[in-house]
C-alpha cells in the first residue's frame, strides 16, 4: 500500500538572486563534516559518522543528485556516545570514528562510568553501497551487556532540496518492507522515477522497523563484537554474501581501485613533512574525485554540492594536472566531444558545438524544475575545451585523439564565430536564453559580480577580459592542431582571427590609468573599470603585449590585491569589494593557481613562488592540509589562519590541483614529446622546500626521476633514473 511522502520543513531561502543558491544557513566550516566519495556517490557526515536532519541541514547519503539516507544516528546505552577522534584516512576511502560510553545506568540497574566501552565507526563507499563495521569492546574488568541502536531515515529529496530549493509538489514514498536482517525504503518520484534504499545488518538485530534497528550484546571483560550493515542505492542484484564479508571485499577492491587509477600521476616528496602532508591529500582529492566514465577518468567538481561532471570545472582541473597526469585531460576531452551541443536549445542555453556546463541526474533536473539536466550556460567551456586540446597535443604529441575530435574543434571555433560573438564586434559575450539559467556565465557566476567601478552591475551581453584571453588562445591551439593534421588553410585563418582579437582586445579592454584589463564590457561596450583576478588569466596566454605586462603583475601582487595567503577575486577599494563575499573579495586556490602558470609563463618565477607559499601556509592551517574551494580574503594576521567561507567545498577539484600547479610554474616544468624531452626554466623553490624529488615524470611511456636542491635562490637538479630514451634539458 502506497503512503504519500512527509515533507520535511523546507529550508529558508537564500539571499542569492541566481536562483539556485547555496544556502549559508548549515555552516559546513563551522561544523566540521566530514565527506567521502566514490564514482556517482557521496556522504555528508558529522564528526561522530551520523547524518543530522532538520532544516537547513544538507548531511546525507547521495547517490545522482538524490538523497538516499537523510538522517543516521547511533546510540550507546540510550544516548549519544562521547567522540573521541575522527579523521578521513590519506587515501580518502575510509571514515575513521572512535567513540565511548558516558557516565549512565546499565541495563542491569548498575552504573557505567565513562570510557569504559569503546567504539570504533570504520565506513567507506564503494559501487552504490556504503559499508560500515561497528566495533564495541568492553574495557572493564566486569561484564558489561551493550545496547546499540542505530536510527535511519531516507527522504530521496532532490540535492537541490537540499540545498534550499522549495518544490510545491513531490512523488510518492512506498511503505517500507522490513525481514528480520533487511530494511528497503523507496519512493516514486514524479519523473517516473522508482529511487530505493537498501540497508541490511549482520548479525540480525534484536529488534528491527522502518527506521529503527536495535542491538543487545553481553561482552566479557576485554572482549568484542563487530556489527556490520550496509546502505545500497538502487540495488541491482540479490548478495549471497553477508555484509561482514562484503565489508572486507569491498575496502580491498575499493583502496585497489584508487591505487591503481594514482598510480599514473608523477609522484611528488620534498624535504618538508608537513608539505608531503598537503601535496599526498592533493592527489587523493583529485583521484577521489575522478569518476570512470566510458570515456575515460573525468574529474566532478566538488563535494557536496558540485559532485558531478561540470565542463569549466574539468577543464581547469585537467589544465591544472596535465603535467602530473594527461590521461585526466584525455578522459575530459572524450567526454566533453561526446556531449557537445548538436542543437539551439534556449531552456539548456545550447546551441551547437557549445560545450557542457554542467549535467544532473536529479528528478528535479529530470522534470525540468531546474534547467541543469544537460545545461550549457557557461561562456568560457567552449574555448578552454580547445585550448586544452592544444596542451594536451603539447604535452603529449598524440595526434590520434586530435584527429578523433577534430570536428569537435571545429563545431567549437565555429561557436565562437556564429553564437559567441553576439554582435559580430569579434569580442565573445554572454546572456542568458532561459529565465532561469545562471545570469553570469564566466567562472565567477554569482549574480554580482560583474559591475562597474560605482558598484553598478552590468548588464548583457558582457563580454569578460579572461574570455577572450581563452579564445586568442583556443584560435592558436586550433591552428597548431591544424596544421599537425595538415589543415593549413584553417591554421591560417585561425592564425590571422586570433592576432585581430589581440589587437582589438588590447585597444577596448586596457586601462591605462589602472595598469589592467577592465573586467568586461557591458552591452553597450563600456569598460567595467574594475580591478580583478581576472586580468590575471590573461596572462596565461600571449595576448597582453609585452610592455603592459609588468603593470599587470605589479597589480595583481599589490597589498589590496595580495592577501599573503593569494591573490583576491576583487581587491581592496573596488566598490563591491567584501573579502567574505563569494566572488567579490574572496580567495580561490585554483584562480591563483592559473594566474601563477601565467606568471611563470611571463617570467615572473618569484611572484608565482610567493603564490605558491601562500597558498601551502594556507593549506597548513586547513583540516587534513586540504585547501577548500575559497576562503574569505581578508588581510593575514601573523600567527592565524585563513578566514573560512562558510559552505566552501572541499574537497573540490580545481583547489586539489592548485598546489601540483603551483609547482610547475615555480619549477618552469614543461614537456616536448618530439624529443622526448623534460624542460625547466629558470627552475626556483620556494624557501620551505629545500629538496624536491619528482617520480616517473612520463613522456610517451618513457619515465624519468629528478631530485632538486636548493642552493642560495639557484636550482640544481639531478638525474635519479631514467628510460634510455628520455632527456632533461634545464635553461637559467
Not at 587509477?261 to 609522484?267: E, K, T
Request: proline share 5%; with cysteine.
Amino acid at each position: 500500500m502506497d503512503t504519500q511522502s512527509e515533507t520535511h520543513p523546507p529550508p529558508p531561502p537564500a539571499a542569492d538572486l541566481d536562483g539556485f543558491p547555496v544556502a549559508a544557513k548549515s555552516l559546513l566550516s563551522e561544523r566540521r563534516l566530514h565527506t567521502l566519495k566514490q564514482g556517482d556517490m557521496f556522504g555528508v557526515f558529522d564528526q561522530t559518522g551520523d547524518i543530522l536532519f532538520g532544516d537547513g541541514i544538507a548531511d546525507g547519503l547521495y547517490f545522482h543528485d538524490t538523497r538516499y539516507l537523510s538522517g543516521l544516528s547511533m546510540t550507546l546505552q540510550g544516548v549519544r556516545p562521547i567522540l573521541l577522534s575522527s579523521t578521513v584516512r590519506e587515501n580518502n576511502v575510509l571514515l575513521s570514528v572512535d567513540l565511548t560510553n558516558t557516565d549512565i545506568d546499565g541495563p542491569d540497574g548498575r552504573k557505567m562510568n565513562h570510557d569504559l566501552l569503546h567504539v570504533r565507526r570504520s565506513r567507506f563507499l564503494w559501487n552504490r553501497v556504503c559499508y560500515e563495521r561497528v566495533e564495541i569492546r568492553n574495557f572493564d574488568v566486569e561484564p558489561r551487556t551493550a545496547l546499540l541502536d542505530i536510527r535511519f531515515l531516507a527522504d530521496f529529496a532532490d540535492l537541490f532540496e537540499a540545498r534550499g530549493s522549495t518544490r510545491a509538489r513531490r512523488g510518492t514514498q512506498r511503505e517500507p518492507v522490513v525481514t528480520d536482517s533487511e530494511v528497503t525504503l523507496a519512493y516514486d518520484g514524479l519523473d517516473g522515477r522508482r529511487r530505493t534504499t537498501l540497508l541490511r545488518f549482520w548479525p540480525p538485530p534484536a529488534s528491527l522497523d522502518a527506521r529503527h534497528a536495535a542491538f543487545r550484546f553481553d561482552l566479557p571483560p576485554g572482549q568484542r563484537v563487530l556489527i556490520h550493515y550496509e546502505v545500497e542505492c538502487d540495488p541491482d542484484g540479490v548478495h549471497d554474501a553477508q555484509p561482514n564479508r562484503r565489508f572486507l571485499t569491498g575496502a580491498v577492491e575499493a583502496r585497489r581501485a584508487l591505487r591503481l587509477s594514482s598510480s599514473r600521476a608523477a609522484a611528488i616528496a620534498t624535504s618538508n613533512e608537513i608539505f608531503n602532508e598537503a601535496i599526498r591529500r592533493c592527489i587523493c582529492d583529485i583521484y577521489m574525485l575522478l569518476t570512470d566514465k566510458k570515456t575515460g577518468p573525468y574529474p566532478y567538481a566538488g563535494v557536496p554540492w558540485f559532485s558531478t561532471a561540470f565542463g569549466r570545472d574539468a577543464l581547469i582541473t585537467a589544465m591544472l594536472t596535465l603535467w602530473l597526469d594527461p590521461e585526466i585531460a584525455r578522459g575530459v576531452l572524450n567526454y566533453l566531444a561526446r556531449h557537445q551541443a548538436r542543437v539551439e536549445d534556449p531552456v539548456a542555453d545550447a546551441e551547437p558545438g557549445k560545450i557542457l556546463h554542467e549535467v544532473r541526474h536529479g528528478e528535479m533536473a529530470e522534470l525540468g524544475e531546474v534547467p541543469f539536466r544537460h545545461y550549457y550556460g557557461s561562456i568560457d567551456s567552449t574555448p578552454l575545451f580547445v585550448m586544452l586540446a592544444g596542451q594536451y597535443l603539447e604535452r603529449t604529441g598524440d595526434v590520434a585523439l586530435m584527429t578523433m575530435i577534430w570536428p569537435n574543434i571545429e563545431r567549437a571555433i565555429d561557436w565562437i564565430d556564429r553564437y559567441g560573438d553576439r554582435d559580430g564586434d569579434g569580442f565573445v559575450e554572454y546572456g542568458r536564453r532561459n529565465k532561469d539559467g545562471l545570469i553570469n556565465q564566466g567562472w565567477k557566476d554569482s549574480y554580482d559580480s560583474i559591475f562597474h567601478a560605482d558598484g553598478t552591475l552590468a548588464e548583457g551581453p558582457i563580454a569578460l577580459c579572461e574570455v577572450q584571453a581563452y579564445v586568442y588562445a583556443a584560435r592558436r591551439a586550433a591552428a597548431t592542431i591544424g596544421r599537425r593534421l595538415g589543415k593549413t588553410a584553417y591554421a591560417e585563418r585561425q592564425d590571422h582571427l586570433a592576432e585581430a582579437l589581440r589587437v582589438a582586445f588590447n585597444a577596448r579592454f586596457w586601462i591605462e590609468e589602472l595598469g589592467t584589463f577592465a573586467l568586461a564590457l557591458d552591452g553597450h561596450k563600456k569598460q567595467c573599470r574594475v580591478r580583478s583576478s581576472n586580468a590575471g588569466h590573461v596572462l596565461l596566454t600571449d595576448i597582453t603585449t609585452p610592455d603592459r605586462v609588468p603593470s599587470l603583475v605589479q597589480g595583481l601582487m599589490h597589498r589590496s590585491s595580495f592577501t599573503g595567503w593569494g591573490i583576491r577575486t576583487i581587491p581592496e577599494g573596488e566598490a563591491r569589494y567584501n573579502p567574505m563575499a563569494y566572488h567579490n573579495g574572496s580567495v580561490w586556490p585554483h584562480d591563483n593557481a592559473l594566474i601563477g602558470l601565467g606568471l611563470a609563463r611571463h617570467g615572473y618565477r618569484d611572484e608565482a613562488a610567493r603564490l605558491f607559499r601562500g597558498m601551502f601556509e594556507a593549506a597548513f592551517y586547513t583540516d587534513l592540509r586540504r585547501l577548500p574551494e575559497l576562503f574569505c580574503g581578508f588581510t593575514r594576521n601573523r600567527a592565524e589562519g585563513p578566514v573560512r567561507y562558510p559552505v566552501a567545498c572541499s574537497p573540490q577539484a580545481w583547489a586539489a590541483a592548485t598546489l601540483p600547479a603551483l609547482i610547475q610554474s615555480t619549477l618552469g616544468l614543461s614537456f616536448d614529446p618530439a624529443t622526448v624531452a623534460v624542460h625547466f626554466e629558470r627552475p626556483r623553490l620556494p624557501e620551505f622546500l629545500d629538496e624536491m624529488t619528482l617520480y616517473n615524470l612520463e613522456i610517451g611511456g618513457d619515465r624519468v626521476t629528478v631530485r632538486l636542491v636548493r642552493v642560495g635562490n639557484e636550482v640544481a637538479i639531478n638525474v635519479v633514473e631514467r628510460t634510455e630514451s628520455i632527456r632533461v634539458q634545464i635553461a637559467s
